[in-house]
């Protein structure tokens, strides 16, 4: 019997021991998608317990604690944050099988000393362990990221943000860590959305130009891209339900944006029209900018309407969508492709079942001199489990180039997430060990195997964003 989450913990062979240890373990991280608050390291924030950096905004746990019977209260109420952390660690306890298990564990391990289990009868004495760790005058929030030996950080921000708290960062010399914004412009998307119209006048207000047309739209997102261009930033992030290719004439979208402007309601066909302009648009700018365009699809939002009223969105209600116009993302990037303004492009979908229809797919639109221009990212939300890594990591090998991927992100709300590049560098070197310990690479090889997963690990991203870093 193996010790609890040891030194090896995942590592099912002394290949993959040799290439995490050798290899991966001593790689950086490079964190290209999440959604920390960049006023938060700005502002160098101290936790005054453990509460607040690991169930605060987290609706992984969140979720896990609801399946469970337990009541609101210790979730997002008024309960006190030694109790709620209490009633997690009781839930903590029996979630055998589930990515929260290992990934609290490696938390508790690498930023609070902790290695043991966490149960319901060492629950107290592990809680005053970890507030005893964040008294530390250090322990704070560029601590937790410089323990993670982070170099890079891409926040996720609104095309109205001010970015004031990034010019923070970068004046700030004592800090070397570099935190770049990233394009998120969803709100201006979303035109069927009752708070459409009054973003509309913010966004007006913010890029100075008056929005009454599609074309006066596309005109103010030029300005709020150009000054996110000079805060660094270089890749968007889109979250959609799906993908969808619905095209029409500019005389007809101009008619659907003034109906929205008018107060009337849009069809779904005329939303989609709208969509697929709106992300034709974004994806030409992309492109002219030579960033990197990030998809997130098939996710079914806000599925509990009281809980959405009480909580708002982000807040562990949302599910898998098993819709599949997968023949439609094909369209859209074929449509950029022969405006001849398609971007390097990461395609995240929520449903597993579209990896393989994905890694066929991308493999359509891959061009020299780029290395996957257009790939599949890593196993996302629901998915960044054991299995769902282990399925990601085998579909891009067998219907991609597993050597080109930009490997693994946080997309996480907490500063203490960093661990999950651990987890998934471990199962990424079992994956490669499985393969030499049976005779389906060979052994001799195991210097190319270490460069791949090292490039994995860091530098591939740091290639495909055009990061200011040094790959390693």
Same mark, same amino acid.
């Given at each position: ?11 099912? !062979? /002394? ?34 317990n453990i509460t607040q950096v690991w169930l605060g905004g987290d609706h992984y746990k969140w979720r896990l604690m609801r399946s469970f019977g337990i009541d609101e209260k ?5 309960? !006190? ?43 107290? /004495? ?21 323990? !993670? ?217 891959? /061009? ?48 203490? !997430? ?21 005779? /389906? ?32």
């Open positions: 019997m193996k010790q609890f989450m040891d030194k090896d913990f995942l590592l099912q !062979s /002394e290949t993959a021991k040799k290439l995490y240890h050798e290899y991966a373990e001593k790689m950086p991280v490079l964190d290209y998608h999440c959604h920390i608050s960049p006023r938060e390291i700005a502002e160098d924030r101290h936790f005054d210790y979730i997002t109420g008024d309960a !006190s944050d030694e109790e709620k952390f209490l009633t997690f660690a009781k839930c903590l306890e029996k979630a055998v099988g589930h990515p929260l298990y290992h990934w609290a564990h490696l938390e508790l391990r690498k930023y609070f000393g902790f290695d043991g289990a966490l149960t319901s009868r060492n629950a107290k /004495e592990v809680y005053d362990l970890c507030n005893k760790v964040l008294q530390d005058p250090d322990m704070s929030v560029r601590k937790l990221i410089k323990m !993670s030996d982070v170099t890079l950080i891409c926040t996720t921000d609104d095309p109205i943000d001010t970015l004031e708290w990034h010019d923070k960062i970068k004046e700030d010399s004592s800090f070397d860590v570099k935190v770049l914004p990233a394009w998120r412009p969803d709100k201006a998307k979303n035109i069927s959305k009752p708070e459409f119209t009054s973003y509309i006048e913010k966004l007006s207000e913010v890029s100075g130009v008056k929005i009454d047309s599609f074309a006066s739209l596309k005109e103010a997102l030029k300005v709020r891209l150009d000054f996110f261009a000079s805060k660094g930033c270089t890749v968007t992030d889109h979250a959609l339900e799906y993908v969808m290719y619905r095209p029409a004439s500019d005389a007809e979208i101009e008619k659907i944006f003034a109906k929205r402007l008018a107060g009337g309601e849009l069809s779904y066909e005329e939303d989609l029209k709208f969509q697929t302009a709106f992300m034709l648009f974004e994806g030409e700018e992309i492109a002219r900018r030579e960033w990197v365009m990030q998809l997130h699809f098939g996710c079914k939002r806000d599925n509990n309407t009281p809980m959405y009223e009480k909580l708002g969105p982000d807040t562990g209600y949302d599910s898998i969508d098993a819709y599949y116009p997968m023949g439609e993302l094909a369209d859209f990037l074929n449509a950029l492709l022969v405006k001849n303004a398609l971007p390097k492009t990461i395609l995240y979908s929520l449903n597993p079942n579209d990896n393989k229809i994905i890694n066929t797919m991308l493999g359509a639109f891959c /061009e020299a001199p780029y290395v996957a221009k257009v790939q599949q990212g890593s196993a996302w939300w629901f998915n960044d489990s054991k299995l769902g890594m282990e399925q990601q990591i085998e579909c891009v090998a067998e219907s991609s180039n597993l050597s080109g991927f930009v490997g693994m992100l946080t997309d996480s709300r907490s500063f203490t !997430s960093y661990t999950r590049h651990e987890y998934f560098r471990r199962i990424l070197c079992n994956y490669f060990g499985k393969l030499v310990e049976n005779g /389906e690479y060979p052994a001799e090889s195991i210097e190319v195997l270490g460069e791949i997963v090292s490039d994995i690990s860091y530098n591939n991203a740091v290639r495909y964003f055009n990061f200011p870093l040094e790959v390693r």
